[in-house]
């Protein structure tokens, strides 16, 4: 779902699938500011289909100084390949964005440091605000729990907590995740609140 200045664009097609890209005047360019980097584009990933709406509306308004703000950046799991077949997506989606007249793109976390290194102009928000937020919405305190030992390299540091982490055991043709041992530090998990906490969860 695309938002420009929290105004929600709505999503409507031609009969054959065609893209129907309308601003409202009254709703959208009323509320445009003429201060650089005051105007943005919020991007809440659905699917792919919503990058080109994206760089058909950053093109028509370039003149308005646009920003991007991707609380999650899509293709980032796809950020390194291990073998010949395997496609760079994360590197393509950069050079899309890249291609693009924002005058900044920030996101919530970046999964790794290669996106940062890909999407020019890049910022990246601290997400210890919302980890924080969801710790203090649990009943009882949680114990925390990251999902692999990247995860708990990045947010252990931010959360200076006794915790536990998991060790995947991934099938890297098909992405699948076989198994996931608990490495608990001592910490014994039973009949406890768990947080988990990592940036791409599925």
């Known amino acids: ?16 699938g065609t893209p129907m890209i309308k601003l409202d005047p009254a709703a959208l360019y009323d509320n445009l500011n003429l201060t650089l980097g005051k105007n943005r584009i919020m991007w809440k990933y659905d699917h792919d289909g919503e990058l080109f709406r994206l760089a058909c ?10 920003t991007l703000y991707m609380p999650y950046i899509p293709n980032a799991r796809q950020d390194r390949v291990k073998n010949r077949e395997d496609v760079f997506t994360l590197k393509t989606f950069a050079e899309c964005i890249n291609s693009m007249p924002f005058q900044s793109v920030t996101s919530l976390d970046t999964h790794s440091s290669v996106a940062p290194a890909l999407i020019n102009n890049f ?30 390299k990045r947010y252990s540091d931010m959360m200076k907590m006794p915790y536990a982490y998991g060790i ?35």
């Not at 779902?1 to 054959?16: A, C, R, T």
């Not at 910022?123 to 030992?149: G, N, R, W």
């Not at 098909?174 to 014994?188: C, H, M, P, R």
């Open 123 to 152: 910022c990246e928000e601290d997400p210890l605000y919302y980890i924080i937020k969801a710790y203090e919405m649990c009943s009882e305190t949680p114990v925390m729990f990251y999902p692999d030992s990247g995860a708990a």
């Open 1 to 16: 779902m695309l938002y420009l200045n929290d105004v929600i664009l709505e999503e409507k097609s031609f009969p054959d």
């Open 168 to 202: 995947k055991n991934r099938d890297w043709q098909t992405g699948e995740i076989k198994s996931l041992t608990v490495a608990d530090n001592g910490i014994d998990l039973k009949d406890k609140t768990v947080l988990i906490v990592d940036d791409i969860c599925s």
């Open 57 to 66: 509306i950053a093109n028509h308004l370039k003149e308005w100084k646009l």
